[in-house]
Structures are given as structure tokens and as C-alpha cells.
């Protein structure tokens, strides 16, 4: 359920339904410290990965290279902020020098909102479905937000949602109209490279999940990198329905 401008405000969740959930909510209370900061730093470099292959997408090369090149030099816990360094980097090269990320804002800015919804929903199906608890997050630690995990997770996935209101734009689409809506919403359709060839976003955000399950339980190991979709596929679908 979201609010006039398309932030979510509630979503509904079982309470039981995996049988290994029980140990997973005590796997995430108990996580120390240094592991998550290992694995935040991964989640940042998939993110400044697909940013970086967004910009390419648009033909900013010099941005993505600079985004690329900020990939190596993330650490533990990421301390020296490149999310937010690449933040300054990224968005004035993908949407124009003029634009600033203001959630309360209509425009580009509405379209992001809607489209990040759909993706933090299927985010947060993904991670319930696997037993997790959708509020212990490894970096968002706000006391009022009840999704910290699922906004940790989601952030390698934004990209794709910004590609298509970078589509959208291009379109002259600039409101959240039924058009655009589902547009986006068909983002759930596209289909990502993945380890066994391609995959739909939830599956995808799926093995996403349940490689970080992996890399707490049974030691540290890559988290698998959800990628984005290809030209064809993207341009393709996006055509078809907005």
C-alpha cells in the first residue's frame, strides 16, 4: 500500500511458512559485527557494478569508469561512503545535471518511487520466503523502519528501476500515470543473467537471498550479483507497455 507519492506505507507478511525460520531470525540477531560489514560492502560494489552498467547503457562512459574504478577501492563496512560519492557521480550523468533525488517531488522523481516500490515489495517477498526477518538489516539500522534488510538488499537492484524512468523520460512520460505504472510494474517480467543462464527479478532476488544465507552459515563467499537485463529484453518489454 502506498502513499500519494507512491511510498510504501504497509505491506502484509505470514508469520511462519519456512521451517528453517526460527534459526534464521537467531542467524541474523546473532551476526557479528564484522560480517556484516563484509557483506555491506559487497552489496555496495553490486550496486556501484549495475550503476556503472547503467551509465554505459546511456552512453556515459567516462561516469561509469569513474563508478568502476571506486568498485576497488570499497571496503569492510564501506567507511569511506562510496555509495554516496558514486551517488554524486551517477545521477546527474543518468538523468541530467539539473535533476536532484527528492522523494516528495512529482516527475522523475514520482516515477523512481513507484518503481523502487515494486522492487522493495519483491525484495521483501523474497526475503520472508526465505525465513529471514525483514526488519534486522546489515547497514540500515533505523529504529522506525520495519524493512532494513529489504532496503539493504534492494539497493544492487535500483538501476534497473532507473533505467526504465530513464525510459520513460526519453518517452516524455513524466507522470505515474496507468501507462507508466505498468511499465514499471513489468519490471517483474524482465529477465536478469544469472548463474544458470537467465532468471525473472524475484528469482533472482531469491538466489540473492539465499547466497547471503550461505555466506553467514557456511562461511564468507560472494554474494551472487543479480546483474541487469539485456538491451533486447529491456528495451523490448518497456516498448511493449508504456
Not at 100 to 109: D, F, K
Not at 114 to 129: D, E, H, K, L, P
Request: hydrophobic share 40%.
Amino acid at each position: 500500500i502506498c502513499s500519494k507519492n507512491f511510498l510504501p506505507t504497509s505491506m502484509l507478511f505470514p508469520i511462519s511458512g519456512n521451517a528453517f525460520q526460527s534459526r534464521r531470525f537467531r542467524m541474523q540477531s546473532e551476526m557479528p559485527l564484522s560480517r556484516k560489514k563484509q557483506l555491506w560492502a559487497r552489496v555496495v560494489k553490486e550496486k556501484l557494478k549495475n550503476q556503472a552498467s547503467a551509465l554505459q547503457r546511456v552512453g556515459e562512459e567516462s561516469s561509469a569508469k569513474r563508478l568502476n574504478q571506486m568498485i576497488r577501492r570499497v571496503r569492510s563496512g564501506d567507511p569511506d561512503n562510496f555509495e554516496a560519492q558514486a551517488a554524486r557521480a551517477y545521477w546527474p550523468a543518468l538523468m541530467g545535471k539539473e535533476f536532484r533525488r527528492r522523494q516528495e517531488e512529482p516527475g522523475a522523481n514520482g516515477l523512481l518511487n513507484y518503481g523502487y516500490t515494486i522492487i522493495r515489495s519483491c525484495m521483501a517477498r523474497a526475503i520472508v520466503g526465505a525465513g529471514l526477518h525483514p526488519t534486522l538489516g546489515i547497514r540500515h539500522m533505523g529504529p522506525t523502519n520495519p524493512m532494513c534488510l529489504v532496503d539493504d538488499f534492494m539497493e544492487p537492484y535500483r538501476p534497473i528501476c532507473d533505467l526504465a524512468t530513464n525510459f520513460l523520460l526519453a518517452k516524455n512520460i513524466r507522470e505515474v500515470d496507468r501507462g507508466a505504472k505498468k511499465a514499471l510494474a513489468n519490471m517483474t517480467l524482465l529477465e536478469l543473467p544469472s548463474i544458470g543462464g537467465s532468471s525473472t527479478l524475484f528469482n533472482a532476488m531469491t538466489d540473492f537471498v539465499l547466497s547471503f544465507i550461505e555466506s553467514v552459515e557456511k562461511g564468507p563467499k560472494f554474494l551472487i550479483s543479480p546483474g541487469l537485463p539485456s538491451k533486447i529484453s529491456f528495451s523490448g518489454l518497456m516498448q511493449s507497455d508504456a
